[in-house]
């Protein structure tokens, strides 16, 4: 069994999967936190590793920049592969002088722009819901390991470059109560919902609009172990 976009074999993937954005930080999570991961998907290099955590079997893959491409991913794993949940755990700019570099946010609702859910399956709505279970999950994993989490609407952008004539963040965050931009959570959450899946969006402050503070490329790929652990407790308690 295989799809387009996918290697793996029937019974390759778990029934969980974390899926960072970078597939370098799929790579860096199965080898530093998977207990003998095994590498499912090389296809265009987007990395998908099973292995266990504390003795649970785990998937961590990859999924890309943009809607369209996690919207391709997430669909494969749940409509193909048996997946029932799937928790992003990205990067996010801060729309908020409240949030810091590495703060964890939690989305509670991801407020898009995008015609994705309209393209996909004539679903109209500016807004996508996670997973209340997989929400309340993430929560009492947060707890465990004593992490703060800021659950608030986030903002997926289908655009990373905006012109100067284009409203900024202010109006994102005033207007639309969005506290962080990233650029995925929206058609995750869609395909969850018309597949009856469950999927969540966990996300690491990793720079500010407000501030102009920012994190390197490599602190994005291998620092941010607040969420990865969030995630993984996460898994294995599903």
């Given at each position: 069994?295989?799809?387009?976009?996918?290697?793996?074999?029937?019974?390759?993937?778990?029934?969980?999967?974390?899926?960072?954005?970078?597939?370098?930080?799929?790579?860096?999570?199965?080898?530093?936190?998977?207990?003998?991961?095994?590498?499912?998907?090389?296809?265009?290099?987007?990395?998908?590793?099973?292995?266990?955590?504390k003795g649970v079997r785990v998937s961590v893959m990859g999924s890309g920049m943009g809607m369209p491409s996690i919207g391709i991913y997430s669909y494969e794993l749940f409509k193909f592969y048996g997946v029932e949940a799937i928790i992003r755990i990205?990067?996010?700019?801060?729309?908020?002088?409240?949030?810091?570099?590495?703060?964890?946010?939690?989305?509670?609702?991801?407020?898009?722009?995008?015609?994705?859910?309209?393209?996909?399956?004539?679903?109209?709505?500016?807004?996508?819901?996670?997973?209340?279970?997989?929400?309340?999950?993430?929560?009492?994993?947060?707890e465990r390991l004593d992490q703060q989490l800021v659950e608030a609407r986030i903002h997926s952008s289908?655009?990373?470059?905006?012109?100067?004539?284009?409203?900024?963040?202010?109006?994102?965050?005033?207007?639309?109560?969005?506290?962080?931009?990233?650029?995925?959570?929206?058609?995750l959450f869609h395909n969850a919902k018309v597949l009856g899946k469950k999927a969540a969006c966990l996300l690491t402050i990793s720079d500010s609009l407000v501030t102009s503070a920012v994190t390197t490329a490599e602190q994005r790929q291998t620092s941010f172990h607040a969420m990865m652990e969030v995630a993984l407790e996460t898994a294995i308690s599903l």
């Open positions: 069994m295989s799809t387009p976009h996918n290697a793996a074999n029937a019974g390759d993937i778990a029934k969980v999967v974390l899926m960072p954005g970078d597939p370098l930080r799929a790579k860096f999570i199965a080898e530093t936190y998977l207990e003998n991961p095994v590498q499912f998907n090389t296809v265009r290099n987007m990395f998908g590793y099973t292995g266990t955590y990205g990067s996010a700019g801060a729309y908020t002088d409240k949030l810091d570099l590495f703060d964890l946010v939690l989305a509670d609702g991801a407020w898009s722009e995008s015609t994705f859910a309209k393209a996909q399956a004539a679903v109209d709505g500016d807004i996508q819901y996670p997973s209340e279970e997989l929400n309340a999950a993430i929560r009492k994993a947060a289908d655009v990373f470059y905006h012109e100067e004539n284009v409203d900024g963040h202010k109006e994102f965050y005033e207007k639309h109560g969005c506290v962080c931009v990233e650029m995925e959570s929206f058609a």
